[in-house]
């Protein structure tokens, strides 16, 4: 069995607006008198658009028309028609996140997204896709290595480091290239409001600037960047507008308007001084774009229990159960679950939420059937509110659990999906013959300095 899906990729970041292609191939992996094992085998990249500059109307609001015609003009080029689009992610990432209007360009692209297109970028999942698109999670794993990667883009630095190819931690810092913009005569034309801590270090407004003047800020810049790796690291990883920079800057540094092609080599220079192993990401300024194109789903396990769901399901909050929690009899864990949902609660009541637990490895069915039970009865307020259950489980028990659940109405219960509290997860239409489904597990896509907005805030060292 081989399927392919059409995932679409869109990263509109501080500096560059761009977008990717990709076909995901799905294989079942496991022998004919055994569970399917669905799993993507390939992730082609069939499609890069040019690189165009983010435009924005002002310092604080993107222009979501010109985004919007930017987004039509590849999908033609492409040959791609919108209907076509069966998954990815549009990634509004650095300080674009935080503009006024960040919720209205996403609203612009909406009509592009198909049904399963997902708006997300939180700190964490930038940091993820970005790493993966450049391929240091596979650096990782071939060299059975710690490795940090770097993606440094026009606003931010996101963090990601492995360990022998698998995720360890994610950051994000407030470093990047067109925090400080110049026009062509090396006049200061926009500071970030995040430099402000830097105040005596950053040239003011109007006032022209050489090379040297720019070099306390940028010996401050990479001393905060060289701080955060981990002492047991010794291998780092580079992808964003910057890291081009690091290995081929400009000839002219005024070249594109910003500081990224000075802080490129000031990076390098001190990090190589310091003894790094440094690697040049397999994708640089396109990394965050070819992880959302082609990283950002995975597919579930083959276990599902589903009946009467109408997909996609989109931005689901989680709500995750601690061990001892779901180590508990039905009644203990029904009223775990029922103090979780007021959680989520608002003056029109509950909205609809996914559950998540580890789940036990080859539990008796007496287990199984307590663990249903207590799910059921503390999951009920939902059916009350109009909603159903949604359980996500780490092991594979999820079809017996859901059998074991029963009732009326739909009800959805997958596994082979990791997720923790405050992620959100959107659930595609099943596929691979209805074996398995299509998952987004993501961070909401605002900083806190966004009136309204959700996510991890970044750090400013």
């Known amino acids: 069995m081989r399927e392919t899906l059409r995932s679409v990729g869109i990263d509109i970041g501080t500096s560059t607006t761009q977008l990717v292609i990709s076909h995901l191939t799905l294989e079942n992996r496991a022998s004919p008198f055994t569970v399917p094992r669905v799993a993507i085998t390939e992730r082609e990249i069939v499609y890069r658009s040019a690189i165009h500059f983010t435009p924005l ?101 996101n963090l990601a480091l492995y360990d022998n190819g698998a995720l360890l931690d994610t950051d994000c ?32 407004l109007g006032q022209r600037v050489e090379a040297a003047d720019l070099a306390p800020l940028l010996d401050a810049m990479t001393e905060v960047l060289a701080r955060a790796i981990p002492n047991d690291v010794k291998v780092l990883s580079f992808s964003g507008g910057v890291a081009d920079c690091m290995w081929a800057p400009p000839s002219d540094w005024r070249a594109f308007g910003d500081i990224g092609p000075l802080l490129g080599p000031a990076l390098r220079r001190r990090l190589e001084g310091a003894g790094y192993e440094l690697v040049r990401g397999a994708e640089t300024i396109r990394a965050t774009v070819v ?37 508990g ?18 003056q029109e009541g509950l909205c609809q939420v996914a559950l998540a637990l580890t789940g036990e490895v080859s539990p008796p069915y007496k287990r199984v059937a ?59 239409a099943p596929v691979a013959g209805g074996s398995v489904l299509p998952v987004v597990v993501k961070t909401l896509a605002f900083s806190n300095s966004v009136p309204g907005g959700e996510g991890r805030e970044r750090r400013n060292l």
């Open 173 to 204: 810092l407030d470093i990047g290239g067109r925090l400080l913009k110049l026009d062509r005569e090396g006049r200061v034309v926009y500071r970030s409001p995040v430099l402000a801590p830097w105040s005596g270090l950053v040239p003011a």
């Open 329 to 346: 009899d039905a009644q203990t864990l029904a009223a775990a679950v029922e103090r979780k949902l007021r959680r989520y609660a608002d």
């Open 370 to 428: 307590e663990l249903a039970r207590g799910l059921r009865a503390g999951l009920e307020p939902l059916r009350g509110a109009g909603y159903f259950p949604v359980v996500v489980v780490e092991r594979d028990m999820a079809k017996v659990l859901g059998q074991a659940m029963g009732g009326e109405g739909p009800l959805l219960c997958l596994d082979g999906v990791s997720v923790k509290e405050g992620d959100y997860i959107d659930i595609g």
């Open 291 to 327: 992880g959302a194109g082609a990283h950002s789903v995975e597919v579930s396990g083959s276990t599902i229990h589903c009946r009467e769901v109408a997909f996609p399901l989109k931005n689901l909050p989680v709500l995750r159960l601690t061990q001892g929690e779901e180590a």
């Open 57 to 157: 109307l002002s310092d604080t609001v993107i222009d979501a028309d010109g985004v919007r015609s930017i987004v039509a003009e590849e999908y033609q080029k492409a040959g791609l028609r919108r209907e076509e689009v069966e998954t990815g992610a549009v990634i509004i990432t650095g300080e674009t996140a935080r503009k006024e209007n960040a919720r209205t360009v996403l609203a612009a692209l909406s009509e592009f997204a198909g049904d399963f297109v997902v708006a997300t970028a939180g700190p964490d999942l930038e940091s993820i896709l970005a790493a993966r698109g450049a391929g240091a999670d596979e650096y990782s794993r071939e060299h059975r290595c710690k490795v940090l990667h770097f993606d440094i883009g026009g606003g931010t630095s």
